[in-house]
């Protein structure tokens, strides 16, 4: 059994350890950039926030001191919640990523091909001339290593910039192009890797080329650009001017985007990059791509995993907001009616207000119980049934927010049944508490009302302290010619509640769920998960609760004290 427990244990861990990576990777990793502020912060979150979590949840069974459950709790289950909806929203947004990419895909390849189609004859022959006074007005040209200058094949010009570099592929062994600067400052010309006649620059102000030996080539551009060998880094520029020509084995482009181009690289390769047009000169390989200002694929993807991570947040965040709000500002009174062959006419219209799972604790203090007695008593019932989970922590911390308990109003006054909380938090101190506070505990007994039998039995966790649910001592001596009424804490009970007769059962534990898609676990782990149903001649009604455990957060099951009232069918 205890090795059983352990591997409960270590594949709870593994899946919680694997659903924040998750998160993280989607909402962080995916997202932010590396060593900055955002993803430190994140990651520190991602493992500060489970910590919490833990916390909260062992805190008050370790007998932490109260101030420090609060302080944990909060933040810690809230995270819980949030955790959830987090999980479910980046799902449902893999499902999203493909069809926003291609979307976006789509748009960029509409836009390009507009502007190609909008590119008049005039300006391809501007851009001609433009190319043609370089060559005139410069003097380009080539150096070896020898110093040996020769004229440079071909030329690109920029105007008014302050630098140009160009260079030659790996595998280069001719002249390849040359930069021409106007009133800009120095040039300069990576040579290839192997040898050969490098690139060289030169400008209209006669300014001295200079030749970096060893490396491959970075494209050039019309600003200040900067150049080392294919090992070492890349230039980063800002394009707005026809660009250049270099030589190589290949040429490789980045595409441009918004008029930035990133990370042009050359690994002994030659390449070139460009806004919006490029021309190129190779003599000894492959053409040179240029960009023509689209998204690059890179960029879509960082835009499609922040707009999924930011929209997820956003759905994650309004939920758990939404489901806190409903739990604090107090339960809902729902009513029915439930017809007993067994109620005589005189007890026609009894109202018994059903009140669980208030949950008092380190989040709902007095001021939640305040506003669950003030729902109860604007019912103005016949009789009060709190049937369990009243607490979770000892009475020395909870008792002051018990207190407005007192102030329960009834005609045949207030009843009360242990939950399994309260064996979690006591329950012997408790019980003498509620006393004190006015409400009669039902321990494994029955009263006698008029028109009916109310009976109440222990929960079924008591039974690890010899406390368990009695039904033989709860209804074995009473009169079962006359309806019987049964608070049962959980509605797992049902099956001994129809072998003893009982007429109508009334329990809570369930919460509803209390949040979806919990729902759905609530409804397979108990008979009923939350109203009435019938089970041969005992009725059962389970109420979701006017509380919260854990996460002070309710979706799809909302908080409510129901008043059930009895109607007699000898009418």
């Keep these: ?203 209209d102000s006669g300014a001295a080329a200079t030749v970096v030996p060893d490396g491959g080539a970075t494209a050039l551009a019309s600003g200040t650009v900067a150049a080392r060998d294919g090992a070492g880094w890349a230039g980063r520029a800002a394009v707005d001017s026809p660009v250049a020509a270099l030589d190589g084995p290949t040429g490789r482009a980045s595409e441009g985007a918004a008029g930035l181009v990133k990370d042009a690289v050359g690994d002994g390769e030659g390449a070139a990059v460009a806004s919006g047009a490029a021309a190129g000169s190779v003599s000894g390989g492959a053409a040179v791509a240029a960009a023509d200002g689209a998204a690059p694929a890179a960029s879509r993807r960082l835009f499609v995993a922040r707009a999924v991570a930011v929209g997820a947040t956003a759905v994650a965040a309004g939920t758990v907001g939404y489901g806190t709000n409903t739990v604090l500002r107090g339960p809902r009174v729902k009513r029915i009616t439930v017809p007993l062959a067994k109620l005589p006419r005189q007890a026609h219209g009894f109202r018994i207000a059903v009140v669980s799972d208030i949950h008092l604790g380190p989040i709902l203090g007095r001021a939640h119980t305040q506003r669950v007695v003030e729902a109860v008593n604007r019912t103005n019932p016949d009789l009060i049934a709190v049937v369990g989970d009243l607490v979770d922590g000892s009475v020395a911390d909870l008792g002051p927010a018990a207190e407005p308990l007192r102030a329960l109003r009834a005609r045949h006054g207030s009843y009360f049944v242990t939950g399994n909380h309260e064996y979690y938090s006591g329950a012997e101190e408790w019980v003498d508490h509620v006393r004190e506070l006015g409400l009669r505990p039902l321990e494994n007994e029955h009263t006698e009302l008029p028109g009916f039998d109310l009976a109440g039995v222990n929960d079924v966790a008591g039974e690890s302290e010899g406390q368990g649910p009695d039904f033989g001592k709860a209804l074995g001596d009473r009169d079962r010619s006359r309806a019987s009424v049964l608070l049962a804490h959980q509605p797992v009970v049902i099956h001994d509640a129809v072998k003893a007769g009982v007429d109508l059962q009334l329990s809570g534990h369930t919460h509803g769920g209390q949040v979806w898609p919990g729902t759905y676990v609530a409804e397979l782990a108990n008979p009923t998960a939350a109203g009435l149903e019938r089970y041969g001649d005992t009725q059962l009604y389970v109420t979701r609760g006017a509380g919260a455990w854990g996460p002070p957060v309710r979706v799809g099951a909302p908080p409510d004290v129901t008043v059930v009232e009895l109607a007699s069918t000898r009418t």
């Design 1 to 203: 059994m205890v090795v059983l427990y352990v591997l409960i244990a270590l594949a709870v861990v593994g899946l919680l350890t694997g659903v924040h990576w998750y998160v993280w990777r989607r909402l962080v990793g995916d997202t932010t950039a590396r060593g900055g502020w955002v993803r430190r912060t994140g990651t520190a979150a991602a493992f500060v926030l489970p910590l919490m979590s833990v916390g909260a949840v062992i805190s008050g069974r370790a007998g932490a001191p109260f101030a420090l459950q609060r302080v944990l709790a909060w933040p810690g289950y809230l995270w819980l919640a949030l955790l959830l909806y987090l999980t479910l929203a980046l799902l449902v947004g893999e499902a999203v990523r493909p069809l926003l990419r291609a979307w976006l895909s789509r748009r960029d390849s509409v836009k390009s091909a507009d502007v190609r189609s909008t590119e008049s004859p005039a300006a391809d022959a501007d851009a001609a001339a433009a190319a043609g006074r370089t060559t005139d007005a410069g003097s380009a040209v080539t150096a070896d290593k020898t110093g040996a200058v020769g004229p440079a094949p071909a030329a690109v010009r920029t105007e008014g910039r302050e630098g140009a570099v160009a260079g030659d592929g790996a595998g280069g062994d001719g002249p390849v192009g040359a930069v021409a600067s106007n009133g800009g400052g120095g040039a300069l010309a990576s040579e290839g890797a192997s040898g050969g006649v490098p690139t060289a620059l030169a400008d």
